[in-house]
């Protein structure tokens, strides 16, 4: 069961897509209540994490020729 490697520009646009769009949210304001903050917060934290998942190379645990 392999899985196909994504393309470049997938594994790195989404959660690039992500931080800049969270980014952006920063800077247009304080946030006016919880729920925003939350979602400004949340946005980042996943678009950072879905950057190192899916750019880290992928360890050959057991398998040596």
């Known amino acids: ?36 903050l939350i979602f400004r917060v949340g946005t980042l934290l996943v678009g950072v994490i879905l950057l190192l998942v899916l750019n880290l190379p992928k360890s050959d645990s057991g398998t040596k020729d």
């Open 1 to 36: 069961m392999s899985d196909e490697p994504q393309p470049l520009n997938m594994r790195w646009f989404i959660p690039l897509m992500m931080i800049f769009m969270s980014g952006y949210l920063f800077f247009k304001g304080p946030a006016s209540n919880n729920a925003q």
